[in-house]
């Protein structure tokens, strides 16, 4: 069965760092083009990086400089580097993955994960 497992949330005071990690059970998840996304308590889903089977990566305008999404098709790991952490990015982070880069963008991959809550405290 294929699957999606985050881990790597938690807590941490504004400025602070966390890295996420997204854990693949496809069975070939390099041919998969796999993001994340966020939804916060009071906003709709936001598309945050998406890295395509080709490694090319895209990341939201607002998130540039301090969110990088990385990839290791070997252990079939994504991973979420998120830095200078503000409480605007307190969220319910989400791994997605999809054989299509644009069902990805658009916010209708194929999989999802269960998620992995990021709090940013003042």
């Known amino acids: 069965q294929e699957q999606l497992v985050e881990s790597g949330g938690g807590s941490v005071q504004s400025g602070g760092s966390l890295k996420l990690s997204c854990t693949a059970s496809m069975y070939t998840p390099a041919s998969f083009a796999m993001g994340w996304l966020r939804q916060a308590a009071v906003k709709g889903r936001e598309l945050v990086e998406t890295?395509?089977?080709?490694?090319?990566?895209n990341v939201a305008d607002s998130l540039k400089g301090r969110f990088t999404v990385s990839r290791d098709n070997a252990k079939g790991i994504l991973y979420l580097q998120m830095n200078n952490l503000t409480p605007d990015d307190t969220a319910m982070y989400y791994c997605?993955?999809?054989?299509?880069?644009?069902?990805?963008?658009?916010?209708?991959?194929?999989?999802w994960g269960r998620g992995t809550q990021v709090t940013v405290t003042r």
């Open positions: 997605a993955a999809d054989p299509i880069i644009v069902n990805l963008k658009r916010g209708q991959p194929g999989y």
């Open positions: 890295v395509d089977n080709d490694s090319t990566r």
